[in-house]
């Protein structure tokens, strides 16, 4: 583990900064809340069920994951931060195998608790708890050779199985919900020619295959949860900006939309596939399109980065732009400001959005004073804040607590509050920590 040093958070500068922040900042701050996310595996830790990540770090000697972020034990400490930090929204995942851990359908007691008691002690300060429902930690009794994961249609029952259990457990408590994240980064990264993570089944055929049961499986689930409850429920689709470097070059960079925010999006307010990629994939049945523009009530959008698409269909970035601790993660703030309305333009200009991740990597150094992450969310909040719509309802940070960064380990630090590794698990909040916080208070 590396080791992390220390510096002295200052909030005075914060404090001396609050009339230059509230000019700046208080028209987009009172349009919008401020929340912030994180994901059951990358930061509970303790879990008795074995993941597709626990076999894939394994298999291929990553990094231990360890206790993670010690959440399981300190969830009580973490939301007091959030409470103290001003925010009242806070977007975590269910872990599917804490819930069952052991195989389909026997039920942990305690894994049932834990979440029990996550919610009310968000409810205990007020704070609202946007749920979601699978963020990649799928158990690994699901990737076999009987049941191969999102490679197979039979996923689509037990999705939506398992979900039920979770409204039937928490829905009297919570009224938001995001069935998948990033089904996007889940078909391309652990299903595609070539994939990097988790399950690490790699071909082109896979990488359609898996995007097509995780959209149906949304459906099946999103379409359930409104025909039974009160409350609203999203698909959480990534999509980085793709800018055209010159004239020769937009109908390429429209095509990048297309294969990226275009290909989940699309099939739920149409029913069908962007025509760029009708040849690619299987389509809908008449009856699977009625549940895909039936399954959502909210857009949910995660948003980090922005590339430069050239005449060759190559992509490329200015060498101008800020590379963070994240090396495909550059500070571009005028991409989310183009992403959400060429979304409003095209698509949807009154479905309610939620940005929910949006935030950067630094490495472990020097992590408390952290102005290039206070530099990169100010920038991108401040482009939220000159839409001329006002659709947008939140922005999620990502991420609450420097955590597990999937491939990369413990190399990348996203948090607003440091995590001490070597020191049982301190936590220190960060810089950004004290200018988020400052920030809700002015639009208080």
Known sequence: MKKTFKSKTNNFFFTNMKFLLFSFFLPMVQSIFIGTATSSYQIEGHNKGITIWDEFTFDYNLHPIGNASNHFLQYKEDIRLIHEMGSRDYRFSISWSRIMPFKWNEIDDEGIQFYHNVIDECLSYNITPYVTLYHWDLPHYLNTNEINGWLDEKIIYYFKEYSILIF???????????????????????????????????????????????????AH??????????????????????????????????EQIDNTLGWFLEPLLYGSYPETMSKKTKSFSD??????????SVLAINHYTTYYVDEKNQIDVDKNWHQTGASWLYITPFGLYKLLDYIHNKYSNTLPIYITECGMAQSYQNTLTDLDRIHYLSGYL???????????????????????????????????????????????????????????????
Request: glycine share 6%.
């Open 168 to 218: 039937e457990e928490y829905a009297d408590k919570v009224k938001y919900w995001f069935t998948i994240n990033e089904p996007l980064t889940t078909s391309y990264q652990g299903y595609g020619e070539d994939c990097s993570f988790a399950p690490h089944k790699c071909s082109v055929k896979n990488q359609y295959l898996s995007a097509h049961y995780q959209l149906l499986a949304h």
């Open 221 to 254: 689930v999103g379409y359930y949860y409104l025909t039974h409850y009160d409350g609203d429920i999203g698909l959480v689709i990534n999509s980085n900006w793709y800018e055209p470097k010159n004239n020769k070059s937009i109908i390429y960079a429209n």
């Open 287 to 296: 009856s699977e399109q009625i549940l895909l523009v039936n399954s959502f």
């Open 382 to 444: 401040y482009e939220v804040g000159r839409l001329k719509h006002d659709t947008v309802k939140g922005f999620f940070v990502w991420s609450l607590l420097d955590n597990f960064e999937w491939a990369s380990g413990f190399n990348e630090s996203f948090g607003i509050i440091e995590i001490d590794y070597e020191n049982d698990f301190k936590r220190t909040p960060k810089s950004s920590f004290y200018f988020l916080k400052n920030l809700i208070q002015m639009s208080n």
